[in-house]
């Protein structure tokens, strides 16, 4: 809105057209306002009518508050989040029923991830894969001939939960050196021997046993000792692989024998019970 005042107009014809112009915008609300210059303590004010120059009395530009954008743009990010998070939701959901057809595959699901190929030498020279203790429960044992206490006690162990499984139903435990360099194919035979003759011995080279550690994620370290002799510092799990040469469960010291032997024929049952399920579904 713009008001110009003539330099020769009677100040109260002035005051009567303010007075006019300005009475329709009383409702708009505090976004109007105006600028006003008095004049009647002017020297230029004479007879009551001005002698300056006309003045342009105009609304100044009002721009909107930087918080008023907040609350809508706060809104619009929340919103975008929350789409955003439903669809990654979606994306890792499993569908119902998705898994009804096949046991075998919702099993796989809890399995931890260890185990993989590998390709080692056992006790006899003799080339041995994953694939050779398929059809077969095993219990596979990392460890080395050299240790002094824990490996002893752990292959033992081993042989004993074997003893005790071997009325119910057969598993092969398997060893498998972290230290190739001093556990040769007639180092581990020779060890063996003195605990149970049906434990399988495996060697290899160094970079095929790191490549095997690797795969059942075991932790092993040489620790140099005075005199040029090392230790193995290892983390001594055994692992329970059912016939397709998949981990079932992964047992630490913890275990004795006895409750070794009581697991892991709780986990053949169990997954005997997931077979016998999956058959029926199948057939059905």
Request: with cysteine.
């Amino acid at each position: 809105m713009k008001i110009f005042l003539s330099k020769t107009m009677p100040m109260s014809l002035i005051q009567k057209q303010f007075r006019v112009s300005l009475d329709p915008l009383q409702g708009l609300g505090p976004f109007w306002s105006f600028q006003f210059r008095g004049y009647t303590g002017s020297s230029n004010y004479k007879n009551k009518r001005l002698t300056t120059q006309p003045v342009l009395v105009e609304e100044p530009s009002h721009s909107r508050s930087w918080s008023s954008y907040i609350f809508p743009t706060a809104v619009i990010v929340i919103a975008g989040a929350g789409v955003l998070l439903h669809y990654n939701d979606e994306r890792r959901a499993i569908p119902k029923g998705a898994h009804q057809n096949t046991g075998q595959e919702t099993r796989t699901i809890n399995k931890p991830a260890f185990g993989g190929p590998f390709r080692l030498i056992d006790t006899e020279y003799r080339l041995v894969t994953e694939n050779d203790l398929r059809g077969q429960w095993s219990l596979i044992y990392f460890g080395y001939t050299s240790s002094p206490d824990v490996g002893p006690e752990e292959v033992q162990k081993m042989a004993k939960a074997t003893d005790i499984l071997e009325h119910n139903i057969k598993i092969k435990p398997v060893f498998i050196t972290i230290d190739p360099q001093r556990d040769s194919p007639s180092q581990l035979r020779a060890y063996l021997k003195e605990f149970d003759t049906r434990i399988v011995g495996l060697t290899g080279s160094i970079d095929a046993i790191r490549q095997t550690a690797q795969e059942y994620r075991v932790y092993f370290k040489k620790v140099e000792e005075d005199g040029g002799d090392y230790l193995v510092a290892s983390s001594h799990n055994m692992y329970l692989m059912d016939p397709n040469m998949e981990t079932v469960r992964c047992f630490t010291q913890a275990y004795n024998a006895e409750q070794l032997a009581e697991d892991i024929l709780k986990e053949m049952k169990r997954s005997s019970n997931s077979d016998s399920k999956s058959n029926e579904q199948k057939q059905n």
